[in-house]
């Protein structure tokens, strides 16, 4: 499952807003392949943690490596990282005055060098498995938000990434809607994409997760496969998370 | 789908002609009241009093020309200044947000005639500038210091998270600007730029005063000449009104048209 060197990996990472430390001497390895998801309750720093990875938060003390390259030294083209990082976020923010197709091949054709037909061929493909082809001529307006959330996955896709991040992907989308996103993403997590995903979705962390890592008040308090930590929670604070949300 | 983005924004910065609402289909509204007496006053008095309001209609037309050439260079520079002057507004570079926001403060700050005057007149002095390019380059940068508020409201409506997702795909920061921000920012921008291209309009009445041969400036020439002011501004301002209202439903539909992926 793992290789030996992380694709991701944070070494005693900080940040403040004001008064609050949102991220407090975080440490983690992400192995390529390895599907973590974070769990933890709202403002316990998980988007922080996951939106420094890709740079959207800057932090302040501490190092992040993705693939080899230290995201916050100033001499990193930080735009070339993020071509490798596909980001899915929770208001799926598709580019509205873009039609679906044209939302999948903005950034391959503009970014990647690729031609428009290329970029089209690419994006039905991805539209297909993310099982939406009959929108692709659609303005995000007209879908769902479950199916805005799975173009924004197919977008995210076309450009090839090594990993994937998924902040609360499901959290604002009507229950209905739900499982066609987790389908995608249980899919995706089986043709071996590397996936950081923060959620509340117990149901999927079980199914996908190799590791899941709770957080709160900006610390990793626990980390573990599925069936310890559901099984055996070590730390109160997740005991009474688990007891809250199950 | 509750996406604040999508939310049709609608901003007024100036006084602007109020714009008709594209959306109500009744026949009788402000708007159409207004056309109707307006073209009608204009034919009825042409008609049963030819002199003078025919032959002031003939001659005040040269002057409709000229306050359109005047508007339309006019916002044409004025749209340009605004952009770089709304950006710069939005800058996290302190120096450039404090050069913005000067010429904002400084322009906003003193009345148009007196800019015209001071470029006329004053820079006249140095450089002589000629009545029309004067009165271009005193609207354009008083329009342009307004135009880049609209720019900034617009630009600063659109979501955080659109920037975002630009720029977790990889984009830089001018492309998210030029590629995902500005294509939605014009849709809330163009309608004010209409309305403040109306205003302008209106404002080159001013610029009559520096010889530029406009719609005003016939007017008062005709009534200098024969004597009769009551009937040469009734006519100026009947031009006027057709003028501004046909340009106002001309922006409310170009409004409705912008909002194309919404429906």
Redesign the interface.
Known sequence: MTANTPIISLRNVYKFYGQLTALNDVSLDIYPGEKVVIIGPSGSGKSTLLRSI?R?ETVDLGKIVVDGVDVNDPATNI??V??D???V?Q???????KNVLENLT??PT??RGMSQEAANLLAVELLKKVDISDKAAA???RL??GQ?QRV?IA??LA?SPKIMLFDEPTSALDPEMIGEVLDVMVNLAREGMTMVCVTHEMGFAREVADRIIFMDKGEILEEGGPEHFFANPSHPRLQKFLQQIL | MENPSQQHIRIEVSDGASIPDPKDRRIVTAWSISIFGAITSLILLCLLKSDPFWNMLQFVSDGVIVTFQVTIFSILLAIPIGMVTGLGRLSQVRAINLVASTYVEVIRGIPLLVQLFFIYYGLGRFFGVGGIPAAVIAMSFCYGAYMGEVFRAGISAINKGQAEAARSLGFNQSQTMRLVIMPQAWRTILPPIGNEFIAMLKDTSLVSILAVADIMRRGTEYAGQYFNYFEAFTLVALVYLIITLILSKGVSIMEARLNYYDR
């Open positions: 890709n959207l735009n070339k993020r071509q990082l596909g980001m976020f208001n799926f923010n598709l580019f509205p005055h903005l950034a503009k970014l303005y995000p307006s769902s938000g805005q924004a977008r995210a450009m």
